[in-house]
């Protein structure tokens, strides 16, 4: 079991820069893959960002060249840069993981709110 522990939310004004932190209970090396997804209201649940554990990295058209995903193997937490954020960002942001051992486990945080104000 992988519990996910997001922080780093909060109110900005558009322009500006957030930082999210997602803590995993367990040792990242053994999560095949980590990232951020984010819901906005009335909307499906979309992909923001994923790093696997080989390094590739995927982002969302919306935020590529403004939003950095990243990962510290030995704190076990994976980031979020969010720069030059837009009111269309605001969202509740969802940590997710992903184990392959005999079949695929999906885990996610809590989630963390991020509202852009105009």
């Known amino acids: 079991q992988v519990q996910l522990v997001e922080s780093g939310g909060g109110l900005v004004q558009a322009g500006g820069s957030l930082r999210l932190s997602c803590e995993a209970s367990?040792?990242?090396?053994?999560?095949?893959?980590m990232g951020w997804y984010r819901q906005a209201p009335g909307k499906q649940r979309e992909l923001v960002a994923t790093?696997?554990?080989?390094?590739?990295?995927n982002y969302a058209d919306s935020v590529k060249s403004r939003f950095t995903i990243s990962r510290n193997n030995a704190e076990n937490t994976v980031y979020l840069q969010m720069n030059s954020l837009k009111p269309e960002d605001t969202a509740v942001y969802y940590c997710?993981?992903?184990?392959?051992?005999?079949?695929?486990?999906?885990?996610w945080g809590q989630g963390t709110q991020v509202t852009v104000s105009s």
């Open positions: 997710y993981a992903f184990k392959i051992t005999m079949k695929k486990y999906d885990y």
């Open positions: 367990v040792n990242i090396f053994t999560i095949n893959g």
């Open positions: 790093i696997t554990s080989g390094g590739t990295i």
